[in-house]
């Protein structure tokens, strides 16, 4: 398939939110046809699935109807948007991508990684980001940057730190497991120098698109 998929990953208050519009930006200005979506969510139903997810109130939903609708959401967002694009040879940056599934429900709340890849496997129809960007920062410093910034605290940000720890550790072992597809940049540096890191590491797998 031409075009590039980018994924966008990272523990609470990692700066994914800042980073990606200039990530964006700088490849539009390098003459890329740029797509940025984000998961959950990205299309009509999967906003409405996103809503579901991270309503507080919803304390009572069970680990296993969460992962099936973020793999809801996520099948209709590479039916819908992400193939249609990559098809067309555009940039497609996502904000969170299975690797989130794997580091929150897998790591995090301990749901077997082998099942959570039958799932995705099934939503995703096989689709793999090209290339894995990945914020890389402590839980104790994401979760005051959230606190720090007057951001709203979803269902997830609510959970203990441990849960937290616990993601942390599975991306960078996921990120260990796969070296050719993860570009780990450190994100307790200014803005203006994770941005530096994430393109530098971004060029190496733009050889050959267009
Ligand atoms: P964000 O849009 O602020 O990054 O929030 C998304 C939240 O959803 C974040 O707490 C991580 C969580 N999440 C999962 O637990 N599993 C998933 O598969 C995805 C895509 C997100």
Redesign the pocket.
């Known amino acids: 398939m031409p075009g590039l998929f980018i994924t966008l990953e990272g523990p ?1 208050g990692s700066g ?2 800042t980073q990606l519009p200039l990530l964006s930006a700088w490849l539009t200005a390098q003459g890329y046809d740029v797509l940025r979506t ?3 969510g990205g299309t009509s139903i999967g906003e409405r699935v996103r809503e579901l ?2 309503d507080p109130a919803h304390t009572e939903m069970s680990a296993r109807a ?2 099936l609708l ?1 793999s809801a ?2 099948a209709q967002l590479v039916a819908e948007v992400i193939c249609p694009a990559l098809a067309a040879g555009r940039v497609v940056l996502c ?4 690797d ?2 794997y580091a ?2 897998g790591y ?1 709340r301990g749901l077997s990684l082998a099942d959570l890849r039958a799932i995705t496997r099934f939503a995703t129809d096989g689709l793999m980001p090209d290339v894995t960007l990945y914020l890389d920062v402590k839980p104790e410093v994401g979760l005051q940057r959230r606190v720090t910034g007057g951001e709203e605290m ?1 269902r ?2 609510r959970e203990a730190l441990d849960f937290h720890r616990r993601v942390r550790a599975g991306y960078l072992e996921l990120a260990s497991a796969e070296p050719e597809r993860w570009v780990v940049v450190d994100a307790t540096g200014s803005v203006a120098e994770v941005q530096a890191q994430l393109r530098e590491g971004l060029c190496p797998y733009f050889v050959g698109v267009r």
């Open positions: 609470e994914k939110t984000r998961e959950p997810l991270h969460e992962i973020y959401s996520r904000d969170r991508y299975f989130s599934t929150y429900q995090g979803n997830l940000d």
